[in-house]
């Protein structure tokens, strides 16, 4: 469910421009800082941290400042991705009421939180309960997703037409 978001191009969660740090590379950046502080402050004495905050401690504090405001720009959360995707989906003329949109996207985690369970967690599921959620889930697809077509249909319109040709004397 998580990649479905990011299938629908127009509903993705815009990323800074350019190419930013991954996450690996911001946390090897912040280890850095983190021995460097470690190593200089006179903040840290026996593994505690106590007393005034020296520039060495203020320094990491601003870099973890940054660090974390990068890496939640990184990725967006799994709801604010299933949210962005519901909201660009929704083809009424309208926004929909705050209250409708809210049942709608609960009822997409609800999806998520059952095959989360299902294919990470080790949750069983009967048969028919499973079934009962892969069809509950395929409606609530097929009520807000419209497949692109336009190759198909051009395809099937020449295969129309060549038939056509053939079929006359």
Known sequence: ???LAFSVPSAE?????GNPPGLKALIQEMAKKWEKAKKNTKSLNGGKWEGAIDS??????????EFF????????????????????????????PEQ???IRIQEWRTY???FQKIAHHGALASEAEFAGFARSFEDFLLARLIPKTSRSKKRLLAIIK????????
């Open 112 to 114: 998520d939180e059952y």
């Open 13 to 17: 969660v815009p990323s800074p421009k």
């Open 1 to 3: 469910m998580e990649k």
């Open 69 to 96: 405001r990068t890496a939640i720009t990184l990725r967006p959360s799994k709801a604010q991705q299933g949210e962005k995707l519901l909201k660009h989906t929704d083809f009424e003329r309208y926004p929909l």
């Open 100 to 102: 409708i949109e809210q």
């Open 56 to 65: 060495h401690t203020g320094k990491l504090l601003g870099s973890l400042e």
């Open 162 to 169: 060549e038939g056509e040709r053939n079929a006359q004397p």
